[in-house]
């Protein structure tokens, strides 16, 4: 957690109560300690989305289809494409989309996300929560399938604060932590993108292509 206990439960208060499906997937994410991204950033996210208005977008990382149900719900014209390995996780979220209603626009690859897709694949939104270590990986794959003005929101860029910390990370932790720290300036540093990074939840970096 990044910012103090006390005001993370505040603003967690503060929005609205989601669906039973939603309600029961965090339920399941807390309980099975599936990551799924934090609430906070969650309706962040939705708030960007719903700004911005894609018709299509690409999810790197489904998990149990938590964020992507997320996605659909803030832009309910796009057409969503999804990327997920974890072959238990792909049925519970073919599940869940199917109970949202919101199968019929999302195509749930079951692919490694790290290579690639076809160049046809054009998108308008960009969300990236996968494997961290990667996350510099995928930027340089999809960023050329973005549409100019196109979005890009990276989830957990903060990584508990560990980032403007290193020396608190434990030697395991480490490697990763220096990953996320690279991409971070690679991303601040990217000569199509303007970032701002936000510190809510685990911190979110949202990006937009230069037109």
């Not at 719903?50 to 690409?58: G, V």
């Not at 020396?167 to 540093?189: C, H, W």
Request: charged content about 20%.
């Amino acid at each position: 957690m990044i910012t103090a206990p006390q005001i993370e439960a505040y603003i967690a208060s503060l929005i609205p109560a989601r669906s039973p499906l939603l309600t029961r997937m965090e339920e399941e994410a807390h309980a099975e300690h599936i990551p799924i991204i934090q609430l906070p950033s969650a309706q962040l996210m939705r708030f960007f989305v719903m700004q911005h208005q894609p018709k299509s977008i690409l999810e790197i990382g489904t998990a149990i289809g938590y964020s992507t149900i997320w996605l659909a719900e803030a832009a309910p014209d796009a057409r969503i494409v999804t990327m997920e390995i974890d072959q238990e996780r792909i049925s519970r979220a073919r599940q869940n989309f199917a109970e949202a209603g919101v199968t019929e626009r999302i195509e749930l690859l079951d692919q490694d996300a790290t290579k690639g897709l076809p160049e046809s694949y054009r998108f308008d939104c960009l969300f990236i929560d996968a494997a961290k270590g990667q996350y510099r990986t995928f930027l340089d794959l999809y960023v050329p399938h973005l549409n100019p003005g196109g979005l890009v929101i990276s989830d957990n860029v903060l990584f508990r604060g560990q980032v403007a910390d290193l020396e608190s990370a434990t030697p395991r932790q480490r490697p990763m932590v220096e990953k996320i720290d690279g991409f971070n300036r690679y991303l601040a540093a990217h000569p199509l993108l303007d970032t701002t990074f936000i510190p809510i939840g685990d911190g979110l970096a949202v990006s937009v292509l230069r037109k």
